[in-house]
Every structure is written in structure tokens, then in C-alpha cells.
């Protein structure tokens, strides 16, 4: 079965850090361009960080220098390190997979909330 599963969501305190999972399994995801996105009630999906072939990332002006995303091949899982977090950020994050010729896959979100 085709799947990502989103991990590592939380409450945390402005200012603080969390490391979000996204665990793909019944696919390769280094054969796929890995996003994260992200929405925030009453708030459209936006895009927050890519890792794409050849480690090729781009980030969302507003995460620029806080968000981290990278990739482990040998546990076919895609991190999104996230510090120096703002209330701003609070949303459910999504990860999604996409490949030319190949329906787009998406996780079930994880939820991160911060606020003190």
C-alpha cells in the first residue's frame, strides 16, 4: 500500500524546536520530489519546504533560516527540522510525494501548535 505518515507534532513554546517525520512506505521517496506544506485554520495549503533530485531544496520565504527539510534514503523517511518556531506557524503539517506520470500522494497531517 502506497502511504506517507506524518509524525512528530506537538505543542511547543515560541521560540522552541521541533523534528517532523514523514515515513513513506509501498514506494521508493528518493525516486519522488518530497514537500512539506502546510494549513493553518482559515488559511489556504502553502508550500513549505521541497527536496527535490539531487537534493535540489527550496523553502517558503517565511521559514527561510528556521525550517530544515532533508531526506534519509535507508529509512525512506523525509524530515522537517523546524526552530526558532512562532505562533505563526501553528498549522497541520502534510507531506506529499510527486512524480512526473504518477498521482500525487499526500500524508494525513500532523499538528503543530505554538503557543505558551
Known amino acids: 500500500q502506497v502511504q506517507l505518515v506524518e509524525s512528530g507534532g506537538d505543542l511547543v513554546q515560541p521560540g522552541g524546536s521541533l523534528r517532523l517525520s514523514c515515513a513513506a512506505s509501498?514506494?521508493?521517496?528518493?525516486?519522488?520530489?518530497m514537500n512539506w506544506y502546510r494549513q493553518a485554520p482559515g488559511k489556504e495549503r502553502e508550500l513549505v519546504a521541497r527536496i527535490g533530485f539531487g537534493d535540489i531544496i527550496t523553502y517558503a520565504d517565511s521559514v527561510k533560516g528556521r525550517f530544515t527539510i532533508s531526506r534519509d534514503n535507508t529509512k525512506n523517511t523525509v524530515y522537517l527540522q523546524m526552530n526558532s518556531l512562532k505562533p505563526e506557524d501553528t498549522a497541520v503539517y502534510y507531506c506529499?510525494?510527486?512524480?512526473?506520470?504518477?498521482?500525487?500522494?499526500w500524508g494525513q497531517g500532523t499538528q503543530v501548535t505554538v503557543s505558551s
Open positions: 506529499k510525494g510527486v512524480r512526473w506520470g504518477r498521482p500525487d500522494i
Open positions: 509501498g514506494f521508493t521517496s528518493s525516486s519522488y520530489i
